[in-house]
């Protein structure tokens, strides 16, 4: 029997990159991407990311895969055959144990966010969001974090979801429930991008996304945006290369990333024109920061028609998002304690979800009742995961495995996977080498001295 067969594998190249799209996804486009436009110039933002995409997200989307799909194994195990194969450090394994760690932890905070989403859903459904004004919404997310009752029901729900689907595996779990959300992501998005060219102020929109104004482009914005491109295709967190294990041989990797890199972003700009257009309609303010869909969306959702009808399928499509991402946060360790330990992934999926939903209580309270409980540098356990995961871990990940397969895989074993022509193949090469580590190491250090 081989290992694909033991693993499980994706049906076909499209649920692959169906998967892997959701994986990218998540609330990273939908919530983050449009609220970065807005405080990082707009146009010059929305540029300059959508060049990092093609000229580094691509190639270093194509490592990961590569990785996984060259030893079909959990990304610890994978990372650990990939150095012998090459005569390396057994060190290397980090990579894959730093990838599943920081995919376990990004969940312990993202379930919050993710129950925030629901709790959306629930008020955006009952009608709660009718003519609320500025104040009024502020004051309704506000009430939300501070109710620890409320914030540990949605977060319980999150969890359970997640980890109801993982537990049934590739194909009856993970396949099924892609090949499900994804589309009705997209189909939910169009309705609403629909929704906002005929009640929302789409010239304006456009203009603000894609009129280019070069002198909006600053160092910051870059740097921001180039951030944003590595790590909204969830690269270096074990992810995408637990996805690519589970890929068969004949798939382009580089035709799928590509695939891949396109739907996500077109999925993140196409949400931040319906956001901007109902932004503007309302004269509210494009860059109200992390804020815009729980406290300033409402509001334009409230004083629209078919408002509330409309608002609760903008959350439901978050929620979706959330959901396809959490899946792959998780997808790797459950991977590694199935292969290793030796238990079926039910149990598997219990205990670590049992895991992750006690880390997440601690990390709901930080908001309120632990709202004082300070971890390091004055930063709550909110902020502490996330910025340890966000500033440090993610872009170390990816750092360390452009170099591994830039540097130190063979090139025969690299050029093997991915068959790609001479000129692509020496192009991937030098952006591994030296293109993506040279951007990363400048994120990581704008990030972690901002």
């Avoid at 396949?175 to 906002?196: D, R, V």
């Avoid at 990797?253 to 590509?258: E, G, L, M, W, Y």
């Avoid at 997808?331 to 006690?358: C, D, F, Q, Y």
Wanted: charged share 10%.
């Amino acid at each position: 029997m081989n290992n694909m067969t033991y693993r499980g594998a994706w049906a076909n190249r499209w649920t692959f990159i169906l998967a892997t799209t959701g994986s990218a996804i998540g609330l990273g486009n939908i919530w983050k991407l449009p609220y970065m436009i807005g405080v990082n110039g707009g146009s010059a933002f929305v540029l300059v990311y959508i060049l990092s995409i093609l000229l580094v997200g691509i190639p270093l989307l194509m490592t990961e895969v590569m990785l996984g799909r060259r030893m079909q194994k959990n990304p610890m195990d994978a990372m650990l055959s990939l150095a012998k194969e090459s005569n390396a450090a057994p060190a290397w394994r980090y990579i894959g144990t730093m990838g599943m760690l920081t995919g376990v932890l990004i969940l312990c905070f993202y379930s919050v966010v993710g129950g925030w989403v629901l709790s959306y859903i629930s008020q955006a459904a009952q009608s709660n969001f009718t003519n609320i004004t500025g104040a009024e919404s502020s004051a309704h997310f506000d009430a939300l974090l501070a109710s620890p009752f409320t914030l540990l029901f949605w977060h319980t729900i999150f969890m359970v979801i997640t980890m109801s689907i993982v537990a049934k595996g590739v194909t009856a779990g993970l396949e099924k429930a892609n090949n499900f959300l994804i589309p009705a992501l997209f189909a939910i998005l169009l309705l609403l991008l629909g929704y906002s060219m005929s009640v929302g102020d789409m010239a304006a929109s456009a203009t603000f996304m894609f009129s280019p104004d070069f002198s909006k482009i600053t160092p910051n914005a870059a740097l921001n945006a180039l951030g944003h491109a590595f790590f909204s295709l969830s690269i270096g967190m074990g992810s995408i290369m637990v996805y690519g294990s589970y890929l068969q041989r004949d798939a382009s990797i580089a035709r799928t990333s590509i695939y891949i890199a396109i739907a996500d972003s077109l999925l993140g700009l196409l949400a931040g024109l319906a956001i901007y257009a109902l932004v503007f309609a309302n004269q509210l303010e494009p860059g109200a920061g992390p804020g815009l869909i729980f406290q300033t969306l409402p509001i334009a959702f409230g004083h629209m028609p078919w408002g509330n009808f409309f608002g609760t399928l903008f959350f439901i499509l978050v929620a979706f998002a959330a959901a396809t991402s959490a899946i792959s946060l998780v997808e790797p360790t459950i991977a590694w304690v199935v292969e290793n330990i030796k238990i079926s992934r039910k149990p598997a999926a219990a205990g670590l979800g049992i895991l992750i939903w006690s880390i997440g209580v601690a990390v709901l309270l930080s908001f309120n009742l632990w709202q004082d409980v300070k971890v390091v540098f004055g930063l709550g356990i909110f902020d502490t995961l996330d910025k340890l995961t966000s500033t440090i871990m993610l872009p170390l990940g990816g750092l360390l495995m452009a170099i591994f397969a830039g540097c130190v895989m063979k090139k025969q074993h690299s050029k093997q996977e991915l068959n790609l022509k001479t000129s692509f193949y020496q192009l991937w090469q030098l952006t591994n080498t030296f293109i993506a580590p040279i951007a990363i190491v400048s994120v990581f250090i704008f990030l972690l001295f901002s």
